[in-house]
C-alpha cells in the first residue's frame, strides 16, 4: 500500500517508510515563532542548556501578533525577540513596517516550500500545506528544541482525502469551502488526521488553498496539504530561498476516509458564534445587525481576498452604525493596494486600513469588542471572548460578505448588492 502526502513527506525526514499512529522523530527545514510564543520558546532553549540555533537561515521571528506594540508588557515581549535573533544572528526577523502576517509573509519571502517539514509556535501553520509542505504547530517547549537541534517528533497522522470536482461561483471562496468542511465532520472530527486536497484542486486559487489549509485545524487536523501544481510552483519561481523538491501521494494510498465536494454546489457560508462548525448559508442570518466587520489576518488577509472586499465596497459606504477595520497580511499587500487603488476604494468607504497585524482576530487591540456587540470577521476562531467581551459574538464569513455585511449594516450576501 502506498502513502498519502503526508506520509510521503514525513517518511523522507524520517529516513525510512511510515505509517498512520507511529510516533517518529524527524529532521526539520524550517521552524517559526511569534512575539507570544517565541519568548516561552527561548527560553526552553536556554533551559536545554542550547548556546546556537541549528541553523540561523532556517529559524523565523515574526512579531505580529500585538505589534505595534499595544502596552509595555508587549514591547517587552517583542524586545526579548529581537535581542535573541541578534545574539544568533537569525536574518529573519521581521517587525512593523518590514513583514506582516507570519502566515502570509512566510510563503512571499520563499521560507516555506514544497515536501518540507515545518513546525511553528502557532497553530495555524498548516497553512503552508497549502504549498505542498507537512506544517504544523506545536507547543513553545517543542519550538525550542526544534531551534536547538533541527528536530520534532511527530505522530504520523491518518489523512482524510478530500475530492474537489466542479468550479468555484461568483462570490463563493476557500474560505465557504472550508467552512462546509468543518461544519460537516465539526471541530474535533479530523484529530490525528490531516487533509489531503486533490481532484480538481486547480479549481481554487492558490489564495483560497492557503484560506482552506490555515483552517484545517479548526476541524482538529494537524496539517492541510495541497499537492503543488503549477499555479503553486509558477508562485515560488521568484520567491523560494532555496532549493526544494516537491513531492506527491502515492495513486494507491490508504485513506482514513475520503470527503467527495462539489464546488458548483456551495454558497456564502457564515460559522455563528461560538463554533466555526455552527456552519449555515448566509441567507439564514441575513438581517441580524452588526457593529464591527474585520476583513483580513491570516486566513483572509491575501490579494485575492482584498479585491473581493473593494470589488463590494468600491463606491459604496460603509454604514454609520459599523465600524470596517482592512488588515492586509503583510507590508507588500499593503503596498500594493496603495499602488492598484485599493486602499482609496477602502478609505473612501469609510474603513479603517490598517498596518498588518493579528490584533483584532485574537481580541488583541485595533478592535476589541465591547460586551453584546457583533462583529462579521475573515478570520477564523469565533470562540466566545475570542475578539474581547465574552459577551461579544463573532461570526466567520469571506471577504465578500463581510464587506456586504459592512455596507448594509448587518449579515448579507454581496449578492443584495
Known sequence: MGMTLAEVIIA???????????????????????????????????????E????????????????????????????????????????HL???????????????RGLVLPGEIVVGGDSHTCTYGALGAFATGMGSTDIGYAMATGRAWLRVPGTIRVELSG??????????????????????GANWCAFEFGGNVGALPLDDRFTVANMAVEAGATAGLFPPDDEALGYLRNRASRGFEPVYPDPDADYAEVIEVD??????????????????????????PVDQVVIGGCTNGRWRDLLLAAEVLLGRKVHPGVRCIVIPGSQELHLRAVREGLAEAFLAAGAVLSTPTCGPCLGGHMGVLAAGERCVSTTNRNFRGRMGHPDSEV???????????????????????
Do not use: M
Open 263 to 288: 464546488l458548483g454546489k456551495l454558497r456564502p457560508l457564515v460559522a455563528r458564534p461560538h463554533s466555526p462548525a455552527s456552519v449555515v448559508p448566509v441567507e439564514e442570518l441575513e438581517g441580524i
Open 12 to 50: 523522507r525526514h524520517a529516513g525510512r517508510p511510515v505509517a498512520a499512529g507511529e510516533f517518529v522523530e524527524v529532521s526539520v527545514d524550517f521552524v517559526l515563532a511569534n512575539d507570544i510564543t517565541a519568548p516561552l520558546a527561548i527560553r526552553a532553549f536556554r533551559e536545554l542548556g542550547a
Open 52 to 91: 546556537r540555533v541549528f541553523d540561523p537561515g532556517r529559524v523565523a521571528l515574526v512579531l505580529d501578533h500585538f505589534t505595534p506594540c499595544k502596552d509595555v508588557r508587549s514591547a517587552e515581549q517583542c524586545r526579548v525577540v529581537r535581542e535573541f535573533a541578534r545574539s544568533q544572528g537569525i536574518p
Open 167 to 188: 468550479e468555484l461561483p461568483h462570490w463563493v471562496t476557500g474560505k465557504d469551502l472550508v467552512l462546509h468542511l468543518i461544519g460537516k465532520v465539526g471541530t474535533s
Open 395 to 417: 461570526y466567520l464569513a469571506n471577504p465578500a460578505v463581510a464587506a456586504a455585511s459592512a455596507v448594509l449594516g448587518r449579515i448579507a450576501s454581496p449578492e443584495e448588492l
Open 94 to 108: 521581521f517587525g512593523e513596517g518590514r513583514g506582516g502576517i507570519e502566515h502570509v509573509l512566510l510563503p512571499e
